[in-house]
């Protein structure tokens, strides 16, 4: 057992690292993120090898209230004025369609060809790292955000061109971590030949755990878009695969990450029975 002395060094080295009050809680300090609605945060990352800034929404009732919230996953998180803009806006679209509240989480990124794109795709130069930035959301991002912050366990994964063929990529690879998708113009026309490859290798064996994938473009989107979607999307029917339910949305007369394809997305997720 540590003499008195001991703790009386412990507990004045903790005022000083402080600034002279004892540190609080990670869960404590949450709720002080909440009254504000927004927070920056710095998360060093091993397996990446660098610093990543991750933007958090809490949602208004979080400071009242001892609930658990599922987290919305965004991969292309951009500037922090541009995520508070989307925050608020989530926040306000999930209270207009009585959808529950949720911990917004924005993820910011540094190499997209690198982090996005699962094999190295000679037009895309540095691709072909997705397996270490999965890694990442799942080895330690997700361990901070549980650490820090009252989370239920439901992430629902978010991306937009790159980062929604990521998402469409990571639900094939690691369903148990990220069986929700919204993917807005995934961009599958980077390696059509992969993905087709990887559904027909894990979708027939899946586990039991219900996934569900949304896919939203316009119809006047970019090629590797408009081409190569539908393929996937009649392979999945031949599939058929257990577990798995999708959606695919076809927006008339609009283009390339059509502005509505998250709100449709979250809508059709959140109102399917887990």
Same mark, same amino acid.
């Given at each position: 057992?540590?003499?008195?002395? @001991?703790?009386?060094?412990?507990?004045? +080295?903790? %005022?000083?690292?402080?600034?002279? %009050?004892?540190?609080?809680?990670?869960?404590?300090?949450?709720?002080?993120?909440?009254?504000?609605?927004?927070?920056?945060?710095?998360?060093?990352? /091993?397996?990446?090898?660098?610093?990543?800034?991750?933007? !958090?929404?809490?949602?208004?009732?979080?400071?009242?209230?001892?609930?658990?919230?599922? &987290?919305?996953?965004?991969?292309?998180?951009?500037?922090?004025?541009?995520?508070?803009? @989307?925050?608020?806006?989530? /926040?306000?679209?999930?209270?207009?369609?009585?959808?529950?509240?949720?911990?917004?989480?924005?993820?910011?990124?540094?190499?997209?060809?690198?982090?996005? !794109?699962?094999?190295?795709?000679?037009?895309?130069?540095?691709?072909?790292?997705?397996?270490?930035?999965?890694?990442?959301?799942? +080895?330690?991002?997700?361990? @901070?955000?549980?650490?820090?912050?009252?989370?239920?366990?439901?992430?629902?994964?978010?991306?937009?061109?790159?980062?929604?063929?990521?998402?469409?990529?990571?639900?094939?690879?690691?369903?148990?971590?990220?069986?929700?998708?919204? +993917?807005?113009?995934?961009?599958?026309?980077?390696?059509?030949?992969?993905?087709?490859?990887? +559904?027909?290798?894990?979708?027939?064996?899946?586990?039991?755990?219900?996934?569900?994938?949304?896919? %939203?473009?316009?119809?006047?989107? &970019?090629?590797?878009?408009?081409?190569?979607?539908?393929?996937?999307?009649?392979?999945?029917?031949?599939?058929?695969?257990?577990?798995?339910?999708?959606?695919?949305?076809?927006?008339?007369?609009?283009?390339?990450?059509?502005?509505?394809?998250?709100?449709?997305?979250?809508? @059709?997720?959140?109102?399917?029975?887990?």
């Amino acid at each position: 057992m540590k003499s008195p002395v @001991w703790i009386l060094t412990l507990l004045m +080295a903790a %005022v000083l690292i402080t600034g002279g %009050v004892p540190a609080r809680p990670l869960h404590a300090q949450a709720e002080a993120e909440a009254e504000q609605g927004f927070s920056s945060h710095t998360v060093a990352s /091993r397996i990446l090898d660098e610093e990543r800034t991750i933007y !958090i929404g809490l949602p208004d009732s979080y400071p009242s209230s001892r609930s658990t919230y599922p &987290v919305l996953l965004h991969l292309d998180a951009g500037s922090e004025s541009s995520f508070r803009e @989307w925050n608020s806006h989530i /926040r306000n679209m999930l209270a207009q369609n009585d959808l529950p509240e949720m911990i917004v989480a924005g993820v910011t990124n540094t190499d997209r060809n690198r982090d996005m !794109i699962p094999i190295s795709v000679p037009q895309r130069p540095g691709s072909g790292e997705a397996d270490r930035f999965l890694e990442f959301l799942t +080895a330690e991002l997700g361990t @901070w955000l549980e650490s820090r912050y009252r989370v239920s366990g439901r992430v629902i994964l978010f991306g937009l061109s790159n980062s929604a063929l990521f998402a469409v990529w990571a639900l094939l690879t690691d369903p148990a971590s990220f069986p929700d998708v919204i +993917a807005s113009s995934p961009t599958i026309g980077h390696c059509p030949e992969h993905i087709t490859d990887l +559904a027909r290798r894990t979708l027939p064996n899946r586990p039991d755990r219900k996934s569900l994938l949304f896919m %939203v473009y316009g119809d006047e989107d &970019v090629d590797h878009v408009t081409r190569y979607v539908p393929a996937f999307v009649t392979l999945l029917d031949e599939l058929h695969p257990p577990g798995l339910e999708w959606e695919h949305v076809i927006l008339e007369g609009q283009g390339y990450v059509p502005p509505s394809g998250l709100e449709r997305g979250l809508r @059709w997720i959140m109102r399917r029975e887990r």
